[in-house]
Structure formats: C-alpha cells, structure tokens
C-alpha cells in the first residue's frame, strides 16, 4: 500500500526528480540544512549516521534551506561543493527549499503535520530539524536542531530492525 509521504515529488541536487520511494529505505531522515548555521557541523554527524546505517537501510536526505538567517545563500553548485569539500557528504542532497510558509515544500507540509513540534507547533524554528521517518511513511519523529545526529543511534536502530 503507497502512502503519499512516500510519493511526493522531490528534486534532487543535480535536478533528478525522485520520491521517497525510490530509495527503497527502511528508515529515512529528513533534515533541513544550511552551510552557513551553528549547527552546520551537524553535516559530520549526519554522514557519519549514513555511512553507518545505509546498507542497512537508512536513507539520509538534506534539504537545504535559506529561511533562517539567510544562512543558505549558495546556489546548488556552491552547496553542493560546500557539503562535500568541509564534510565529505555522500547523502543525497536536495535543491534548496522553504520549509515554513506559503511556498513550503510539500514534503515539509507533511512532515510537520505528522510530527508537531513543541506545544503542537508545525513551524520548523531553524536550520538541521530532523524529521525521522519509518518505510511505509507512517511513522515520523521529529528532532530539535539541539538534537545531534548520534544522539538518533537507538531511534534508528529500532526502525531497522
């Protein structure tokens, strides 16, 4: 059975379109990103989370975004160069999209209505929200950009299993 998290149209970096589905993940985590943020070094750790758990099924996917600060402002050349040159990032990146607001990114939309934040909220506070979310789409857990990615080990673990 598709879910409609799973099939909401996606473009890649490189301008590939894509959905979650097509990389047959187990989990994945969602993030939105910045170059230019004080968590941007959350990058390492979010690699390190890929390099650890991908061949056995997690899928992480950065979303880069300039809504906070304007702490995104590189198009996708220069984030893409960015990401690789400072943090070795192999995971799949995204063009650069809004996550609040009229023009949010439909997959954001989603997310956040699955998994509120704080006292019920849908609006993302910053840059490196996490969004973890299981095969089916179903299940979705959201993290504060506070969250460090190795602090996600025993969540993700559980939905490999």
Known sequence: MSNQLLDIPLTAISGEQKTLSDFGGRAFLVVNTASKCGF????KGLEQLWE??????LVVLGFPCNQFGKQEPGDETA????CELNFGVSFPLFRKI???????HPLFV??????????GSQ????????????????????FSPMCKPEELTSEIEALLK
């Not at 650890?52 to 099924?57: A, F, P, T, V, W």
């Open 52 to 57: 650890r758990y991908k061949e056995k099924g």
């Open 40 to 43: 941007t070094p959350q990058y």
């Open 110 to 119: 989603s997310l956040k209505k699955q998994a509120p934040g704080v006292l």
């Open 123 to 142: 609006a993302i506070k910053w840059n490196f929200t996490k969004f973890l979310v299981s095969a089916d789409g179903r299940q979705v857990k959201r």
């Open 98 to 104: 809004e996550v609040n607001g009229n023009n949010a």
């Open 79 to 82: 984030i893409s160069q960015f």
